[in-house]
């Protein structure tokens, strides 16, 4: 179990191998769940879209084709919460 410190502006900073478990890296988000008895549930966010937006993104916003692997890479970056 780790002990964290409360500062005087009420925040708390997990350490690295807290976020890496939870498989978060820096700019990403976390979620918390307030649990019965004082506890909290800390978990990483899930990343919300929808393949929609995904479309909408490569629609008609551009005046060139994107290559196959700047597809492949934006997907990857969009599933994996970076984009």
Do not use: C, Y
């Amino acid at each position: 179990m780790s002990k964290l410190t409360v500062t005087a502006k009420g925040q708390v900073t997990l350490r690295k191998d807290l976020l890496r478990h939870l498989g978060v890296a820096p700019g990403q988000k976390i979620e918390t769940h307030k649990l019965p008895d004082g506890k909290l549930e800390i978990r990483a966010a899930r990343a919300s879209g929808s393949i929609e937006d995904f479309i909408g993104i490569l629609a008609g916003n551009t005046n060139r084709t994107a290559t196959l692997e700047e597809i492949q890479e934006t997907i990857a970056e969009g599933w994996a919460g970076r984009a």
